[in-house]
C-alpha cells in the first residue's frame, strides 16, 4: 500500500519535465488544448525556442537526469521528423520518456526515431473505436487506422502503450462504450485513460451539439461506472479516477503513469513551451499561448509572456490532498491535518464514500464515482477546486 505522506512533501526539488507542441494536422471541434494547425515551416523555429527556454530553466532541474518527460500537445507526432529527433535529443534523460501521438501520424520511421532517443511510452489519442463517434469529434483517424497505429507501436517493440478513451460524445449510447472498452480490452495496453468530454461553453461544437450534450450530462455517471467496472474485470488497476493500469500474474511492473503520479501526489514540475505551465516551490507560472509571440521572445534572449501565481505552502498543501483523492492510495490524515475537515470525512465515511486504513483515508470506489462532490466535503472550505487540465487529463 502506498501511502502519501512526509516523504511526498519536497519543494523546489524539480525532477519532472512537461514539453509542450502546438502543432497538430487538424483541429478537432471538441479540443480545447493550445493548439495550432499546420504551420510545418515553424515546427524548426519552435524546437529552437523549446530549447531555449529549456537552457533558461535548466538550473530549476534537481539533476541532468530527470525522473519523467513528458511531450504532450497539440500533436508532438507532426512534428517535423527532423525536429522531433532533435527535440528529443536535446532534452534531459528521463527514466519515464512519454510522447503523445495521433493514430494517423504513426508510422515505422516514427516508431524507429521514438525509440531511437530514449522514448519508453506512447499515448495514443484513440478517443473510440465507432467510426460515426470520432467523425462527430472531427477525428482525422478512422477505427481501422487507430488498430493500425497501435500494431504497428508494438511490432516496433514499443512495450508500453496507453490509449485515451473519452465518454459523453454526441449521439454515444451505452453499448457503443461497452464495445469501446472490449476493443481496448483486446488490444491490451498497458494503461488506459478514460476521460468524460469537457465541451467548453460559447465554442462551435457545444453550440452544434448543445441538447446532446445534455442529455449525455445525465449519462456520465454510469458511463464512467461502465468503464470502471470493465476495465477492472479484464485486469486493469483504476488508480486514479480517469486512470488503468495493467496488472498480470506474474508482472511485477508499475505501470502507472509516473509522470502524472507526479501531478497527483504535488510534485514540483517545470513546463517548456506555449501554454505550459510550471509549478516550483511557491511560485506557479503559465506561458501565454501564442506561438509566434513565444518564439520570438525566448529566440530574442527573453523569457516567454507569462502568467505568475503564488502558491502558497497551504494551498500546495490543499491542491495535493485534492488531486491524491483521485488516486487509490491512501492519504495520511495527520499530514493533511490542516486541509482536512474532520467531520466532512467523517460524515463521508458513514456514507461509504470514504474508507479508513488506521490514521490514513480514501475514497472508496463509490467516492471516486461521485468524485468532486466528495472531495469538497472531505477537504471543507476550498483553497481552488479544478486543478489545471495538465494535472487531471494527463
Ligand atoms: C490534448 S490531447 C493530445 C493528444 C493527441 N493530439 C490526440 O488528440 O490524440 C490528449 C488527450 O486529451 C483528451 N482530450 C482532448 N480534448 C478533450 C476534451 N475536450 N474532453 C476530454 N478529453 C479531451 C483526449 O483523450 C486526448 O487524447
Ligand atoms: S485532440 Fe489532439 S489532434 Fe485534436 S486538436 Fe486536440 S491536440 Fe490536436
Known amino acids: 500500500m502506498h501511502t502519501v505522506g512526509d516523504a511526498d512533501t519536497d519543494r523546489g526539488d524539480v525532477r519532472h519535465l512537461y514539453v509542450h507542441v502546438p502543432f497538430c494536422r487538424h483541429h478537432c471541434g471538441y479540443c480545447d488544448f493550445v493548439t495550432a494547425v499546420g504551420r510545418q515551416s515553424e515546427h524548426s523555429g519552435y524546437v529552437d525556442a523549446l530549447l531555449a527556454e529549456l537552457r533558461r530553466e535548466e538550473h530549476l532541474l534537481t539533476s541532468d537526469a530527470l525522473d519523467t518527460v513528458f511531450l504532450g500537445g497539440g500533436t508532438p507526432t507532426y512534428l517535423e521528423s527532423k525536429a522531433l529527433a532533435r527535440l528529443l535529443r536535446s532534452l534531459p534523460p528521463g527514466r519515464e520518456v512519454t510522447v503523445e501521438a495521433n493514430p494517423e501520424t504513426v508510422t515505422p520511421e516514427l516508431c ?3 525509440l531511437a532517443h530514449g522514448v519508453t511510452r506512447v499515448s ?4 473510440t473505436f465507432e467510426p460515426e463517434l470520432l467523425a462527430t469529434l472531427e477525428r482525422q483517424a478512422t477505427p481501422e487506422i487507430v488498430r493500425g497505429a497501435f500494431a504497428t507501436l508494438r511490432q516496433a517493440g514499443m512495450a508500453n502503450l496507453s490509449l485515451d478513451l473519452i465518454y459523453g460524445i454526441p449521439g454515444q449510447r451505452t453499448e457503443q462504450l461497452e464495445h469501446d472498452v472490449h476493443v481496448a480490452l483486446e488490444l491490451a495496453p498497458e494503461h488506459v485513460s478514460v476521460y468524460e468530454l469537457e465541451a467548453k461553453p460559447g465554442t462551435r461544437f457545444t453550440m452544434a451539439y448543445g441538447a446532446e450534450l445534455t442529455r449525455q450530462s445525465d449519462q456520465l455517471e454510469n458511463y464512467m461506472e461502465l468503464a470502471t467496472q470493465g476495465l477492472q474485470a479484464g485486469g486493469y488497476r483504476w ?3 480517469a486512470n488503468f493500469c495493467l496488472t498480470q500474474e506474474g508482472d511485477a511492473r508499475d505501470l502507472r503513469s509516473d509522470h502524472n503520479l507526479a501531478y497527483w501526489r504535488g510534485k514540483d514540475y517545470l513546463g ?4 505550459a505551465v510550471s509549478t516550483v516551490g ?4 503559465k506561458n501565454a499561448a501564442s506561438v509566434s509571440g513565444y518564439v520570438s521572445a525566448v ?18 498543501m490543499w491542491e495535493r490532498a485534492m488531486l491524491c483523492l483521485r488516486l487509490d492510495d491512501f492519504l495520511e490524515e495527520d499530514v493533511f491535518s490542516d486541509v482536512l475537515d474532520p467531520q466532512g470525512v467523517e460524515r463521508m465515511a458513514t456514507r461509504g464514500l470514504v474508507e479508513r486504513d488506521g490514521r490514513s483515508i480514501r ?3 463509490r467516492g471516486r464515482l461521485l468524485g468532486n462532490a466528495v472531495t469538497i466535503e472531505v477537504l471543507g472550505e476550498s483553497g481552488e477546486l479544478g486543478g489545471s487540465h495538465s494535472a487531471t487529463r494527463r
Open 363 to 365: 475514497l472508496t470506489p
Open 112 to 114: 524507429e526515431v521514438l
Open 124 to 127: 495514443l489519442g484513440a478517443q
Open 282 to 285: 511557491e511560485q506557479r507560472w
Open 299 to 316: 529566440l530574442g534572449g527573453d523569457a516567454p509572456a507569462r502568467s505568475n501565481e503564488h502558491v502558497d505552502a497551504r494551498l500546495r
Open 239 to 241: 488508480y486514479e479516477t
Open 272 to 275: 517548456l513551451g506555449v501554454g
